[in-house]
């Protein structure tokens, strides 16, 4: 079930194209607050892309903070108790 919300929230990116920069391509996923990437082939900010999103999920399922539902795929931290 992550890697399909992975998958579903990539699906959601909106990529440009920079011209005059190191970095030639930008893309972000508005739906997640604060997840962009660059890079210098489309393929390697896809590649940042990702690795951003992952780095983003894990903080927010630490955090207990709320994570956008994207498609059919409502991701909730587990209330454990010990």
């Known amino acids: 079930m992550l890697l399909d ?3 579903a929230a990539l699906k959601k990116a909106k ?3 920079i011209k005059n920069e190191k970095e030639k391509y930008y893309a972000e996923i508005s739906v997640c607050k604060g997840v962009w990437a660059t890079g210098k082939s489309l393929k390697e900010c896809r ?3 990702l690795s951003t999103l992952e780095g983003w999920l894990i903080i927010r399922l630490q955090r207990k903070l709320p994570i956008p539902k994207i498609e059919n ?8 108790r010990y």
Not at 73 to 80: C, E, F, G, R
Request: hydrophobic share 35%; net charge positive; no cysteine.
């Open 5 to 7: 919300y992975l998958n």
């Open 15 to 17: 990529y440009e194209v």
């Open 47 to 49: 590649k940042n892309l």
């Open 73 to 80: 795929y409502d991701l909730k931290p587990l209330k454990v």
